[in-house]
């Protein structure tokens, strides 16, 4: 219960500081944003690559189980 609590608390102080009557920070965070989705881009890119890369061994090894399997 305390850490719903805090969570609420917490991301309504994130609100309030990207409006522009609190402390009107959006374009600090846009300015972030903008320099960090590129980077979380080609992290994602990254992720997906190695994803696919396992997912190709996977099936390789899927089908010399089968031959193999077949053979026997």
């Known amino acids: 219960m ?24 959006w374009g600090d965070v846009l300015a972030f944003l903008r320099g960090a989705l590129p980077v979380i881009a080609a992290f994602i890119g990254l992720i997906a690559v190695f994803i696919g890369i396992a997912d190709i061994k996977d099936q390789a090894e899927a089908k010399e189980e089968e031959a193999t399997g077949k053979t026997a």
């Open 2 to 25: 305390k850490a719903l609590i805090l969570g609420i608390v917490i991301l309504a102080a994130a609100v309030v500081s990207v409006l522009p009557g609190g402390l009107g920070w």
